[in-house]
């Protein structure tokens, strides 16, 4: 749907923001009619033909889905002129209804009329080009706030599912275990889990980190897991060389992590490996994190925030260059995220 | 005469702490630990224990689809992490349950509420379908039915279930051309899946909205539903305003 009808503000301002160009066309018609026209038949024209163009003007929304980044400029001319001339060839008969019917008010009103065909043409042309432009104003302004609003939001989700409750209390069971039976262990899970809470807290609040970081964040979230699933949780890592420096959104891997152990190793009883690689590929960072899952087990009810935010945040930092792929084995679960490479310095390769 | 326990619980170190704190306990004798839910099936159905203490989240079966499978006629003391919904529905049906981490004060008073149970011999008269259809956030549904027969556990996922026919206490699942008996009221089964997908089309039936291929009239007031593979529904009347309604015909 167009804009204006979505956003009451929109809609508001959008004919008192016409008064102004009817202005400026009603002086056109009055001087390129060579000053035949009076200004009252001027304004009995212009005001109807303003709200006509207002109107018309509206339907340039949908010629805008052009992607003028990825379109042929030629393309986009041979788009755009031709819908331009279409729209002002509308309005001028509407033009030609009106100043038709204002002549049984206004005598020989037609031939005066004729002369400033042409340059109002032109003119509406003009116009109609202007409010492409807008419009695709609009609609990148309108892209911008609401990839802010859902990176805002997904980052926000994905802090709290950072201290997700149930790992939380969990793990300081495991504590609480681990003091009378092995109070050494006891205290190495302290630790793990204060690195990890530190590390989420600290990384968490900045705009992008080291690939490194986000590893030894998921390292750190793993240690704690660890302990609480012992011999079940096994861990295997292979890494690109230099991979560690490409820059990306912090909590993007851990959730992947997380996830893995969730639906995957804590759905077998036996337990099972974790696989995370990261690769450098074609100027793209490459990351996929591989579990086994028992396939009979009928899906848990899931909260769907781990994946579905690191998606949103994916889609509204990088767009279409970054993406989740999920894949399912018959015992196998893949998610893989592609993202583009931006080294230590922010340089794009 | 000593409490025989079973621990239930996929970690290790939960089983642990329970362990350790019941060590200091004389009068309970723990007979067997799992770690899954299959497993505390087995164990609870072969040794009879009096009184399970009994994880929420576990791997292949969770707690209440443990208790669903045993029947209810052992004392329960559930253990749980975090979950603001099993918590609250506990506390509403006065369910004994300990919130990880507890210390011994916690157990113990939980143990003697146990030990009066036993020893008033009050049944635990506990509507497992309830309880769970309680701890259930709004708005999600069970994906999954647990049904016992005989010696065998059965897993059907939400979306192989046919229909369902209210038999006196039991309801009859008929899923893939076969039919399992659960003790549960269809009602009960009704609130437990998800509204959009399964319809109570007549007093004693409920379908899976997705295997009917047509419906025809009947008699004057009711109609008959055909599923997919050709068995026949009845459709009462309000049966099919229901139906009329998700369909949107």
């Known amino acids: 749907m167009h804009p204006i009808f979505r956003n009451k503000q929109f809609f508001r301002a959008y004919l008192p923001a016409w008064v102004p160009i009817g202005l400026i066309l ?13 200004w ?14 207002a109107i018309v003007c509206l339907s340039a929304w949908y010629i805008c889905r052009f992607d003028l980044r990825t379109t042929a400029d030629w393309k986009l001319f041979a788009i755009f002129v031709p819908s331009a001339m279409c729209a002002s060839t509308v309005v001028m008969v509407c033009g030609h209804l009106i100043v038709w019917t204002l002549g049984h008010v206004f005598p020989n009103l037609e031939p005066r009329f004729r ?18 432009l807008l419009h695709y104003l609009v609609q990148a302004l309108e892209t911008s706030q609401r990839a802010e609003i859902l990176s805002r939001e997904a980052e926000l989700k994905a802090l709290k599912a950072q201290v997700n409750p149930h790992f939380l209390f969990n793990s300081l069971n495991s504590i609480s275990a681990l003091t009378s039976i092995d109070p050494a262990r006891a205290r190495q899970m302290c630790i793990a889990l204060s690195d990890f809470l530190r590390n989420s807290l600290r990384l968490g609040e900045r705009a992008s980190i080291s690939f490194g970081e986000e590893l030894s964040l998921a390292r750190s979230y793993l ?61 793209r960072l490459r990351v996929t994190v591989e579990n086994p899952f028992d396939p009979e087990a009928p899906p848990a009810q899931r909260t769907g925030f781990g994946l579905a935010g690191v998606r949103n945040r994916l889609e509204a930092r990088y767009g279409p ?24 310095e922010g340089n794009q390769a | 005469m000593s409490i025989r326990t079973i621990l239930v619980d996929d970690e290790q170190l939960a089983r642990a702490v329970l362990r350790e704190y019941i060590s200091g306990e004389q009068d309970i004798e723990i007979i067997a630990e799992c770690g899954n839910g299959f497993d505390a099936v087995k164990a609870i159905s072969e040794h009879r224990p009096e009184l399970v203490f009994l994880d929420v989240q576990m791997p292949k079966l969770d707690g209440f689809e443990v208790l669903e499978l045993v029947g209810s006629d052992v004392a329960v003391v559930f253990v749980t992490a975090y979950d603001q919904y099993a918590t609250r529905a506990f506390d509403a049906s006065a369910v004994d349950y300990l919130l990880k981490p507890f210390d011994l004060t916690r157990f113990k008073a939980a143990l003697d509420k146990v030990r009066q ?10 509507n497992v379908a309830e309880l769970r259809q309680a701890a259930t956030a709004p708005g999600q ?18 979306a192989q279930l046919d229909f369902a026919e209210a038999q006196d206490d039991y309801v009859a699942l008929h899923t893939r051309g076969k039919t399992l008996l659960k003790q549960q009221t269809i009602t009960n089964l009704e609130r437990a899946l998800d509204p959009a997908r399964f319809v109570r089309v007549h007093r004693s039936f409920l379908v899976n909205l997705e295997r009917i291929s047509k419906v025809e009239p009947y008699t004057k007031d009711t109609r008959l539903a055909v599923l997919a593979d050709g068995t026949k529904i009845p459709v009462s009347r309000s049966g099919f305003l229901r139906l009329k309604e998700l369909m949107q015909l």
Request: hydrophobic content about 45%.
């Open chain 1, 223 to 283: 240690k704690v897991e660890r302990v609480r699933f012992g011999q079940k949780l096994r861990v295997v890592q292979r890494l690109s060389e230099g991979c560690e420096n490409c820059r990306v959104p912090p909590l993007l891997v851990q959730p992947l992590v997380e996830n893995a152990i969730k639906h995957g190793i804590a759905t077998l009883s036996e337990g099972g490996e974790i696989a995370v690689t990261g690769e450098h590929v074609d100027g």
């Open chain 2, 141 to 158: 549904y069970t994906q999954r039915i647990v049904v016992r027969d005989g010696v065998q556990l059965h897993v059907i996922p939400a």
């Open chain 2, 117 to 126: 149970r036993i020893a008033a011999r009050m049944p635990s008269n506990l």
């Open chain 1, 115 to 132: 002369p400033a065909i042409p340059v109002l043409a032109v003119m509406f042309c003009l116009v109609y080009l202007l409010s492409i």
């Open chain 1, 26 to 38: 009603a002086g056109v018609l009055r001087y390129s009619s060579h000053l035949e026209l009076r």
């Open chain 1, 40 to 53: 009252i038949e001027v304004a009995a024209i212009m005001a109807p033909l303003t709200v006509v163009l």
């Open chain 1, 321 to 344: 260059a970054g993406r989740l792929q999920i894949e399912v084995e018959p015992s196998l679960y893949r998610a893989t995220i592609v993202l583009p490479w931006a080294d230590g």
